[in-house]
């Protein structure tokens, strides 16, 4: 099972032995990411009913929480996730671009081994959130999106350099009569511009390009991209949950080397409770964040503190205790 | 007079024994603190770069605690770094304090400057154990730094993780508690030995990352969020070429040398810069880079605070360089943060990549 808890989404995936996805699960986070994870573990066990999980690989802004939770074999970064994926669908591929909710990536591959990447996370204006809300502006539902760019005969020209710019860029072209299509269409190609030169920079874009992440679902923005870089752009079947089937794949290559069981506390372990904290620690002038997840009482782990104050203190949930709740449940 | 000094990684070490030594009052600002960070954060103009405001949070704490005289060193590269003094003052004044000043000038650092600069301070201290005392403070700069770098290589190593890290807070600890020179050399060496035992993985081959960057960052590791323990920890070996030390190599020491040797890292640089100084140490980074990238490095990450002119100009040599020799090259842009979750992803993402490449090439 591959956990992706990302800003805008939480992604569940179980995957069997060969790769091949039995399940997955795309639910938005909305800035509560322990029960987005509770809720996802629940709706999956629904699902799949008594299966036998046999590694757990998280990922994705919120890995560390969600490794503390479920008691993963493996805690993954974005990029090697979303790669591992990447690689698994379309073999051979060389570039990865990848837009999500609240950051974008592009990764360079070569030989299945990456060869380099680059992040953005400081930029609105190339991300996902973006399109979301001048969708809202406009009155699009997003989902919509794509097929009103499509229409465009004559897309609007929009600075793309930055959110702010592209925003009053809009309105202004708005006010002056253009229509929402050319608007839309615009954005999309504002959209992967400012991608480009924020990520691809000069770098030399090989084929095959796939686009994956949330914002793929967007044909306006695929279409802006074709035309961009004059080359095809592939969105592979599980485009949304990349990460989430990545952290699988690295859970079960984990899996394969060490041969070793499952540290996974059970479907049923999402039933407790969990509460999150963050104290400011008095200690010295420094003035640390802990963070603290406890479950039932219990503290399961705390993190956050520079001299180990705090982090050397920890107590995990006993397997044996969390498997008994499932009576309860 | 009590003195005050700020912070710039772990230089407060040697500083702090000197002052011990020839028996000056002086308050020093806790080397950790988010809280004087805020204070410099506050109280200085929006764009300026963070070493500005970490240095001016601590000259804020210094006097909030009785302090009535500053040293301060600044250098007179081509960067903001040439008015980081003057605009200080003029910003505590405004705040209303007073306060004495005392200004070294890094980039003719000579034993006759600091006699004559730091003269107030050495009243009532002969001439020769003024001298020693600055060379005792010289040797602790490169023993400190020699610890740290020690540091480096056993941290990725190591069997069990964690254990260089523990060692190294004790001796922070230590070295904080001891007066003068001859404490803190036993916390060195003390620490030395305790490294030197550290079990390792003795087949272990890292990855070897070089650092490149302004130097500040690199030295401070509150301000580099610790990139250096970050990176041991991911089981990579993290060679930081900017620490107070090297600086002291190129400007005080080669000072001295009636014969001064070509600097390599110039040199090197010389194919994608024709310039010997691009501000800051901007001209290093790219030379370090180069060097590091032919002489068999993994990868090489740049460091540098938000708006930092020089090391914007270094930036597009390093995507030369990367491309030539075939090693990648990250860039870090730094500013206050408080979540380091996008700082870590992106340091494990880049070792990850080392180590697959390594297991590649060293598998075909």
Known sequence: MGIDVGSVSTDLVVSNGNGKILSKLYLRTQGRPVKALTDGLKLMRRELGGIDISGVGTTGSGRQLAGIITGADIVKNEITAHAAAAKRLVPGVRTILEIGGQDSK??????????????????????????????????????????????????????????????????????????????????????VRNYLNNLA??????????????????????????????????????YDVMGAYGAALIAEHNYELSGKPTSFYGFENAYNTFETKSTECNGCGNRCEVMEVKSRGRVLARWGDRCGRWSGKKTTLPAKEAQSRESLA | ????????????????????????????????????????????????CLPFKKILG???????????????????????????????????????????????????????????????????????????????????????????????????????????????????????????????????SEARVKLSRVATDARADPVKIGIVGEIFMLSDMFSNLEIEKKLGGMGAFAV????????????????????????KAVAAAQKYMRAKDI??????????????????????????????????????????????????????????????TGYVTRLEAFTDMLKMKKEKSSAS
């Open chain 1, 201 to 238: 920079k000069c770098k030399e874009i090989c084929e095959p390009v796939i686009f994956q992440g949330g914002v793929a679902a967007n044909v306006g923005i695929a279409a802006a991209f074709e035309e961009a870089l004059g080359k095809r752009v592939i969105i592979p079947q599980y």
């Open chain 2, 1 to 48: 007079m009590k003195l005050t000094f700020p912070h710039m990684g772990n230089v407060y070490i040697s500083v702090k024994a000197l002052l011990d030594t020839i028996g000056t009052d002086y308050y020093m600002p806790p080397p950790w603190s988010r809280d004087n960070m805020q204070r410099g954060i506050n109280n200085s103009p929006e764009f300026m």
């Open chain 2, 58 to 188: 601590d000259f804020i704490d210094g006097l909030e605690h009785g302090a009535d005289t500053i040293l301060f060193g600044e250098s007179c590269g081509r960067c903001r770094m040439n008015y980081y003094g003057d605009l200080q003052t003029k910003i505590l004044r405004d705040m209303g304090y007073r306060f004495d000043y005392i200004h070294l000038n890094l980039s003719s650092l000579t034993y006759g400057e600091i006699m004559s600069k730091l003269g107030p301070l050495f009243k009532g201290t002969g001439k020769a154990l003024a001298v020693s005392a600055v060379t005792s403070a010289v040797r602790t700069i490169f023993a400190v730094d020699g610890l740290y770098r020690a540091a480096c290589f056993v941290r990725c190593r190591e069997s069990v993780k964690g254990s260089t890290d523990s060692i190294m807070l004790e001796f922070e600890e230590q070295a904080g508690r001891a007066r003068g020179f001859a404490e803190t050399r036993l916390a060195l």
């Open chain 2, 279 to 340: 501000g800051g140490h901007g001209i290093y980074t790219v030379g370090n880079a180069e060097l590091m990238c032919r002489s068999g490095f993994d990868g090489i990450i740049q460091v540098y605070p938000f708006t930092c002119m020089p090391e914007i100009t270094a930036q597009p040599a390093l995507g030369e360089i990367s491309e030539k020799n075939g090693t990648p090259v990250m860039t870090l842009i730094l500013d206050e943060m408080t979540s380091e």
């Open chain 1, 106 to 191: 592009i990764i360079f591959l070569k030989d299945g081994v990456v060869t380099d990447f680059a992040m953005n996370t400081v930029c609105a204006a190339g991300t996902g959130s973006f399109l979301d809300r001048q969708a809202e502006r406009l009155g699009i539902p997003i989902e919509r999106f794509g097929e009103y760019a499509l229409r465009s005969k004559n897309p609007t020209r929009i600075a793309g350099r930055c959110a702010v710019f592209a925003e009053s860029d809009m309105i202004h072209k708005q006010q002056t009569g253009h229509s929402t299509e050319d608007i839309v269409a615009g954005l999309c190609r504002a959209l």
């Open chain 2, 240 to 263: 930081n070429t900017m620490s107070v030390s090297e600086w002291m190599k190129k400007h005080f020491i080669r000072a001295m040398l009636p014969v001064k040797p070509r600097d």
